[in-house]
């Protein structure tokens, strides 16, 4: 591949992508357990929550192709297996199917998880004056903070 001259250098491009690698481990973490609770929910709340969840690992699966497009953009090569993964992801595999009430709690957790690795990853892109993953960084955490706010919402208080 030719030189990349994008106003970076390839240090600080090597340490934005290394804050979104971590930003895509945990979105395709929980990009797989959305899917998973998608699939496996029952309950009172099935059809609400069976139609929710397909909204969010929907939103996910696009997010992580943006997020590892960003990566390779910077010149590094993105993660994209299950064992690179569980080694920068700070969300945690679910063992088993947990009741609703607790996949909504979990998946309450995993966007809250997101949020804090993104605000991570936003200050190296900061740092390297990289707007355009500051730009994809800010969009990922707003949309992780809505969507936490409104899985709290379905819990009982």
Not at 65 to 83: C, F, H, M, Q, S
Request: a negative charge; hydrophobic letters at 40%; charged letters at 25%.
């Amino acid at each position: 591949m030719s030189k990349i001259d994008i106003g970076i250098s390839e240090t600080d491009r090597t340490a934005v992508a290394e804050g979104l690698k971590r930003l895509l481990a945990d979105s395709y973490t929980l990009y797989l357990q959305t899917h998973n609770f998608h699939w496996n929910v029952t309950g009172p709340q099935f059809r609400e929550l069976h139609l929710m969840f397909e909204e969010h690992y929907t939103e996910l699966a696009e997010a992580v192709d943006e997020i590892a497009e960003r990566i390779r953009t910077l010149g590094v090569a993105a993660p994209g297996t299950y064992k690179s993964f569980v080694e920068l992801s700070s969300i945690k595999e679910v063992e088993g199917v947990p009741e609703a009430s607790e996949m909504v709690r979990l998946l309450t957790l995993g966007h809250e998880a997101v949020v804090k690795t993104s605000r991570e990853a936003l200050k190296l892109a900061q740092d390297a004056d990289d707007e355009s993953s500051a730009a994809l960084v800010s969009d990922r955490m707003r949309v992780h903070e809505k969507t936490a706010w409104m899985l709290r919402a379905t819990l009982p208080n």
